[in-house]
């Protein structure tokens, strides 16, 4: 069977099949909760950009630091954080990541390593040289990894970021998501150079690597090249994964921008249809693939109902945690 | 007891606390080799080394935006922005990423660091280098806010910021660098959300912070020379939290407040304050609360009308003197 005993393996294939498809059916479910009023407030969807989230977080080891934006879903969930939880924090419910008290833009989970998706576009860059700064300081090997979409490589803090961690050789890789929109307008149309993220690399003295972001196999083989640089202590890595975004900017954007025909190309290198042959071609059998995808749905469906029943945040919480003593005095 | 100069407690109270605790790094623009533009931290380079005292490219969000990755992760930075007016390019970590990180993971992170900044006028800088941002930062939920008048209060408060669990706010007055003060020997730790009490009186209360601290002092003592007006001058020091119990025994007390504040009118500190004595101590009061402020104005460069513009002992106390008399302006 061609490829089979490659470098990535099945084991190692199934598993980013696993998390594409909980991706897209948790997104997709996330999705159908808007429609029924069940999502409060705003969401921004990664459907169609699964391959880059099960790629990266594929190639990174527990202890890992991840740091997402708002669109973050995916990222938090290929990190193991489970459906109800993600689901719970979108309805802003008591039995969500952050208790409802961060919504959908700012999904945390700790205990996976998932330290906070951010919602000003581009301050969790320098926030993840941060940690980066900590780990090469204490002698640890963990490495930070930043995702960001195209539009961020156009703010000053993108390059604050990338000149600080190169000049200080620091363990972070900074992962650009261009799907080719920054909101409603065409990354093209606002910057300098045709690869938002690649054509930059150069100014920081980093290589250019722009990939295939719809195909996980890519995603992580590259991935892990950056992590084996990062924890060799020879400093950052800026990856550009080209890939589209299925859905609108956000719930309230139904995407009218795009020409005719673009997202029906696009679908055509939709990242789990071509997952799902390449294990195929692997000589996966069908009836593993097909119990990934029912458990899968068989998950999202008990995660759905545990977050319907779920109470909402209580009022207690409206004033905790303003402040370390968990509090939110700011007077005697 | 040694005298120390402002400037020298600044390094004296990062050292102590680099001293005492692995986890604090510091990073600042031109602080590690130069010893920092004001030469606050001269010496710390040379007695903690290049893996804990580093030079930042001029880069405010990248500072701010590093001290926060290593807080939320486990060190205990202190940032240094040059001067406070840089805040502005930074500000996104003041207003929107410290002060939430607590609350928006409900309590999964949290960020403690300090930032030093040059905060105030008095040194002919002109208007880009000169304000007084301390209301800026007093307005954010979730941040600490200090800014110490006197070489004794640096070490102290500098321990108790790098000591918080919080963000802290550290405003030094760029004025007051030179200025001097005995200062005991042995670690000095003070505490947050404490006002201090530097003249005791029995007229009017006057609140003052940094560098109007010590013109509030030099106004009481010839409002109590020349009007016998006796003032009780309280040094607010902590903006966040904020000793209410002192300044409003102190109003209770003697019936008038006073502010004396360097930043610009609107919304300044004083403002606050001013509207907690309105709504506790309203009955207590036996005049209007006044606040003595910078007009509304940028500041400018030129001496004299930069003189003009930031109160002044004079200027104190014929305010106080006048309205003490019944007068409303």
Known sequence: ?332 | MAELTYRDAVARGIAQEMERDERVVFLGEDVAKAGGVFKATVGLYERFGPLRVRDTPISEQAILGAAMGAAMTGLRPIAEIMFADFAAVCFDYIANEFPKLRYMTNGQLGCPLVVRTGNGGGARFGAQHSQSIENWTMMIPGLKVVAPSSPLDVVGLMAAAVRDDNPVIFHEHKSLYAMKGEVPDGEIVDSLGTAKILRPGKDATILALAMMVPRALEAAEALAAQHGIDCEVIDVRSLVPLDTQTILTSVVKTGRLFTVEENPRLCGWGAEIASIAADEVFWDLDGPIVRITTPHIPLPAADHLEDLAIPNAARIAERVSRVMNGSQR
């Open chain 1, 1 to 332: 069977m061609k490829g089979k005993n490659d470098d990535i393996g099945a084991d190692k294939r199934l598993e980013m099949y696993r998390l594409q498809v909980e991706i897209r059916d948790c997104e997709k479910r996330a999705y159908d909760l808007f429609l029924q009023n069940l999502v409060k407030g705003t969401s921004h969807l990664s459907l169609g950009q699964e391959a880059i989230a099960a790629g990266v977080a594929s190639a990174m080891q527990p202890g890992d630091l991840s740091f997402c934006t708002y669109r973050g879903h995916a990222h938090t969930l290929a990190r193991g954080v489970p459906m109800e939880k993600v689901l719970g924090e979108l309805m802003q419910r008591d039995n969500g990541l952050m208790r409802g008290k961060g919504g959908s833009m700012h999904l945390t989970s700790i205990e996976h390593g998932v330290m906070g998706s951010y919602a000003i576009i581009g301050a969790h860059l320098p926030i993840a040289c941060g940690a980066a700064w900590r780990a090469q300081y204490l002698g640890k090997t963990d490495v930070s990894v930043c995702f960001f979409g195209d539009g961020t490589t156009n703010i000053g803090a993108f390059h604050e970021a990338l000149n600080f961690a190169v000049i200080w050789k620091l363990p972070v890789i900074f992962v650009c998501e261009n799907n080719l929109y920054m909101e409603y307008t065409p990354i093209s149309e606002v910057t300098a150079v045709p690869h938002p993220a690649g054509d930059r690399a150069a100014a920081y003295g980093l290589d250019r690597i722009v990939i295939d972001g719809n195909d996980a196999d890519v995603v992580y083989r590259t991935m892990q090249a950056a992590f084996t640089r990062a924890r060799a202590g020879e400093g950052p890595s800026l990856v550009e994964c080209l890939t589209y975004r299925h859905s609108g900017h956000s719930r309230a954007d139904p995407a009218k921008y795009r020409p005719a025909g673009e997202l029906e190309e696009w679908l055509k290198r939709d990242p789990v249809k071509i997952y799902r042959a390449r294990l195929a071609e692997f000589g996966i059998a069908e009836a593993a693939i097909a119990a990934i995808e029912q458990e899968s749905r068989r998950k999202l469906d008990l995660a759905t109902e545990a977050c319907k029943a779920a109470p909402m945040p209580p009022v207690e919480l409206l004033t905790t945690d303003v402040y370390a003593d968990g509090g939110w005095a700011w007077r005697n």
